[in-house]
């Protein structure tokens, strides 16, 4: 008989370990988002005017007479992190693959966490590339928060179970459809507000010309429309005897945009301080995160009884020889 192959040996990778494996992942994403923005509010853009390079030739900082040492290993420290970023979202792929049974959407949103890293490093070289133009900037976070709803998706679908059930109706979850689109487009308004702002990474980076007023209201308009979207799920998922867990989500991010909401209101009345721009940047983060889990929670996966549960989990025993 032919002996099982080495991955077949292995321990499948336990639904625990998985899952804390993919909240790191969610850490992770907003974390550099956050991290990114203290580059740009520190003006340290542009500390590595190249790339993958940070000067022509080495990939440290190097003394140079025209950038302060401050700079360039604050921009420096934030391109090492996308090494940490690499390395966590990698072990979400390995031991997304060595879970068994294996699971296709486990598997896709475990791959999209190192080619979104990738594909980040790339946006990021060519934002450099390009003096940090605004609009060069805006994919950059974008792809970060897509990261973030991604890796919350993971961390829900890390729980081990079968087959998927709808737990909300189809009009609580067209709203969630609908308040998750808004969504989107509050965090694109967002990094508009912020092109046309004082923090461009840079002091000689063009900002956006249709000025800081005019951005914050349309951020204020779309925040006002998702808070509309927000009410009506609530009463929505009320008067249909939503799940508790699902109902202490959504609470969760209700909480949390009315936090992001009042401190975007105080960073506007205060002028835009670097403090709040790296806060609120990390509100944005929670923001998505929250909207992220409240979608994951209109489908549970039903339990997998015993025997199928740890299928694999034991490496297969050899046959006797004759």
Not at 15 to 44: F, K
Not at 61 to 79: C, D, K, M
Not at 301 to 317: K, N, Q
Request: charge should be positive; hydrophobic fraction near 55%.
């Amino acid at each position: 008989m032919a002996r099982p192959s080495f991955l077949a040996r292995i321990p499948s990778t336990p639904p625990a370990l998985m899952r804390r494996l993919a909240l790191l992942a969610v850490l992770a994403q907003g974390g550099i988002a956050v991290t990114g923005s203290v580059v740009r509010v520190t003006g340290s853009g542009l500390g590595c005017p190249t790339w993958p390079n940070c000067f022509p030739g080495s990939l440290v900082p190097v003394a140079h007479p025209g950038i302060a040492a401050l700079t360039q290993w604050i921009e420096f420290s934030n391109r090492l992190l996308t090494f940490v970023v690499v390395a966590i979202s990698g072990f979400c792929l390995l031991a997304a693959l060595n879970t068994r049974p294996r699971r296709r959407r486990l598997t896709w949103l475990a791959v999209a966490m190192p080619l979104g890293v990738v594909a980040q490093a790339v946006i990021g070289g060519f934002t450099v590339l390009l003096g940090l133009a605004w609009w060069s900037v805006m994919p950059h976070f974008l792809a970060s928060m897509l990261l973030v709803w991604l890796a919350v998706q993971l961390v829900d679908e890390a729980t081990a179970g079968g087959p998927v059930v709808r737990t909300v109706p189809g009009a609580a979850r067209g709203l969630i459809v609908l308040s998750s689109v808004v969504l989107g487009a509050l965090l694109v308004a967002g990094t508009l507000v912020t092109a046309a702002g004082p923090h461009a990474g840079d002091a000689s980076t063009p900002r956006l010309g249709l000025g800081v007023p005019a951005m914050a209201q349309l951020h204020a308009d779309l925040l006002f429309a998702y808070l509309g979207l927000l009410a009506g799920l609530g009463f929505t998922l009320f008067a249909t005897h939503a799940a508790a867990a699902l109902k202490r989500r959504y609470w969760v991010l209700v909480a949390v945009v009315a936090a992001q909401g009042a401190l975007g209101g105080i960073q506007y009345a205060l002028g835009v301080p670097e403090v709040l721009v790296a806060l609120h940047v990390l509100g944005a983060a929670a923001v998505t995160a929250a909207a992220a889990a409240v979608w994951a929670g209109t489908t549970r996966r039903e339990p997998l009884p015993d025997a199928v549960a740890d299928v694999s989990v034991e490496p297969p025993a050899l046959a006797a020889r004759p």
